[in-house]
Nanobody, 128 residues
Framework: VQLVESGGGWVQPGGSLRLSCSAS????????IGWFRQAPGKEREGVAC????????????IYGDFVQGRFTISRDIANNTVYLQMDSLEPEDTGVYHC??????????????????WGQGTQVTVSS
């Protein structure tokens, strides 16, 4: 599975970004897909996760405690993409964001469930 994250960039505090997670060689709807982030000097942190959409299931969603209603994870099954809409961004959200299928189809963010694979990531920088 080759995963590609995109949509990152620089934004001022309070701004928004929409990250995309796309894949070749796999149907993302068959997997639980999570987002995690890595900031310099900090541990890897789970951001959001959505369980699989097999059989048309809508998927169970969880978020990291720090999200507090600011982010939304969603699927576009037709385009084989998972999105992470991030609003009200804060400087503490700065980091490289990765997506990937979680091991055993689990959505557990704390402790962060291992991922089977992930892409190069997309950099998010929030500063004034």
């Amino acid at each position: 599975v080759q995963l590609v994250e995109s949509g990152g960039g620089w934004v001022q505090p309070g701004g928004s970004l929409r990250l995309s997670c796309s894949a070749s060689g796999a149907t993302l709807a068959h997997y639980a897909i999570g987002w995690f982030r890595q900031a310099p000097g900090k541990e890897r942190e789970g951001v959001a996760c959505i369980t699989n959409a097999i059989g048309g299931a809508t998927g169970h969603i969880i978020y990291g405690d720090f999200v507090q209603g600011r982010f939304t994870i969603s699927r576009d099954i037709a385009n084989n993409t998972v999105y992470l809409q991030m609003d009200s961004l804060e400087p503490e959200d700065t980091g490289v964001y990765h997506c990937g299928p979680t091991r055993l189809g689990l959505c557990i963010l704390k402790p962060l469930v291992p991922f089977n694979s992930w892409g190069q990531g997309t950099q998010v920088t929030v500063s004034s």
